[in-house]
């Protein structure tokens, strides 16, 4: 009796049709079945895989697991990949340009089938790298206009405009903002809507994203200084940040100094009245960047080009 024709018995080999591809009998099926459950012997899903040229994993790479934004878009991803018979490898690169570089090396040796990502400032070179593999990938929560490439991103100058509103809305009329140092797309597209609408009397500051506290004292001193009554933070982390070094400083947070947050934290309901945030559509984020990744492994799959395609998804944030 062969090799292959207990492996095709084992591996139950179907074809498209729903017909066996090769005849066998009743009584050589039940034979080799009999045998196998004697031996205890179970077929390798990962030798099957691996001769089929498929891993069925994709590796996502994320700008800091612990920030409770990535943290929800994970488990999104996570969720969908289980439905496409996926597993997902996780990497952080907490916006270290040659962090990112190792995890895209790692984890195109573990022979990942695409990849979804959030770029460091400076990481276009290294999605090069990944298109240089042949490897499928989706760019998520910031874009690089200099390297087009599948992106599902938020309108964050649509963003702004809300936030605006809404702490003019509470009653501010000297308006700052705290914004991070680096320079990615979702901060500038941010910070390009502040300036424009707001002009160059308000101010924006910049938190390193290495030592965020620390500079929030500083910026915190500045803006009492200069006698603002209204701050947009541009993210939650340095949004918590300079909330703290505020309330440190004696300040009436939501009544000395108004506050819009951009991105949940649950520091916002603390205060009276709770501070109102942007929030970005992160299920949905995850949801399309995963479902135009699975397209595009299907695609490639079926030895179809992928190179001409470089959507860029924009997705519209509700204001909370």
Known sequence: ???????????????????????????????????????????????????QGRTKSIGVILSDMANIFYGTIAKELENRAYLHGYTVIFGSTEEDTERFAMLIQSFLEKDVEGFIVVPPAGGGKYLEKIAESGRPFVVIDRYNPEFPVPTVVTDNEKAMEMAIDALRAQGAKKIDMVSYAMRISSMTDREKSFRRILGPESKIFHLPFEDVKAGAEKVADEILARGTDGVITASNVPGVAILQALFRKGVKIQKDIKFVG????????????????????????????????????????????????????TLQATLL
């Open 1 to 51: 009796m062969s090799i292959a024709l207990v492996s095709f018995v084992m591996n139950n080999r179907i074809e498209s049709n729903g017909k066996q591809k090769y005849r066998v009998s009743e009584t050589t099926k039940e034979r080799i079945l009999e045998v196998a459950q004697r031996l205890n012997y179970r077929p390798s899903s990962a030798a099957r895989m691996l001769r």
């Open 262 to 313: 951009f991105d949940y934290s649950n520091v916002y309901g603390l205060f009276d009245p709770p501070i109102p945030y942007i929030l970005q559509p992160l299920p949905q984020i995850a949801a399309e960047s995963a479902e135009y990744l699975f397209r595009l492994i299907d695609i490639q799959a079926h030895g179809e080009d992928i190179k001409g395609i470089k959507d860029r998804i």
